[in-house]
């Protein structure tokens, strides 16, 4: 009976815990349980641990070890922020942030407009880019934070963080970015960018789940959203030890971000370059825009995303349709709706993200697979050679 490999093109939503990270954990979900808050032998023993995983992040990030809060991920280092900042600057009551940012941030604003707070939501144009005029008109005296992510997790679409940063600092605002898909994909340095607050997360780059950082630039007294002892009495509870640990060894394994950048943009490319050359009319969103290298969000016009998604699936390929979160509620993702594309358009569009992990394999058999499904789809006859779905056949 022949086994089936499974291709798993979903990195955005989440990643493969690296074998070498769960060996650097076991230890401290087994022998090494202490509580790094005791001051017993193996209580500091574990709490040195922790320092090193916290040396290692903050480096990575350019960053000292006491500007890192570890939290329990992405949304709770994003609330955090914002709640933090909004306390920070009394008085202000505005927030601006952009209309594709994840639901950990745009949830949280809206949860804040019913309790009177006003939020601006920057629009995108059609290639999901961020105008910095924009930004520049929505600013206003009582704006406390602008919260923009460094790069989209349905698009791959990179913001200028940098140039945002010192607009709202120009305007007296705090800026916070959420660089969740960034880390590991381009070369990300919280202290270069300029921003007060960044936030990211072990999952995307093959660490556990349940475990995220908060920069929160030296300086600033930034209030908890938990309260108690544990981090500096910046986030109360007791430290999730074996995940911050696993944290420490996903990010030791980002070595050369340039390289895995090149790797991973050449299986995308490769990935693109193949769709177009059997169908032409697919749209890639974003693609004018600068990129992550590792995201590709097609529109396959007038095929079903659900349906084809799960027709991959039992090819044992892995997409996603929207963002994780959104997947399974059939809503047009928020994301490609505020770039302009209609709603049958966004809903016959699929998410190819690459990883580490993958092969030029695994890209290889999407290529192979897909033009069968999608002429399946489309109730065309199957083309044995160099299949071409021609704008015609797809309308
Ligand atoms: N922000 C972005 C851009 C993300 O992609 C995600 C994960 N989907 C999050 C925040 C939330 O991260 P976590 O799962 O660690 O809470």
Redesign the pocket.
Known sequence: MSMMRSIYLDN???TALAPVVLDAMLPYLFSEHANPSSASEAGVRVKKALGDARIAVAHFMGATPAELIFT???????QTAIMGALSLSKGKRHLITSQV??P??LLMCQHLERLGIEVTYLPVDEEGRLSLEDLHAALRSDTALVSL?W???ETGVVFPIAEATAIAHAAGALFHT?A??AIGKVSVNAVASGVDFL?C????IHGP????ALFVRKGIALPPLFHGHQERGRRGGTENVPAIIGFGAAIRLVTDVESDACYLRGLRDHFEQGLLAFMPCARIHGQEAERLPNTSNIGFIAIDAEELLYRLEQKGITAAAG???AAGRQEPSHVLTAMGISKTAVLSSLRFSFGRMNQLEDVEQLLRVLPSLLLDMMDMPPITAAPLISCAHSQ
């Open positions: 955005n939503a989440t329990s991920g992405a949304t709770e280092s994003n940012e994840h950990s941030v992510m790069a989209n997790n959420d969740t898909q936030s997360s072990a999952h995307k789940k349940g475990v995220g963002a994780a979160c």
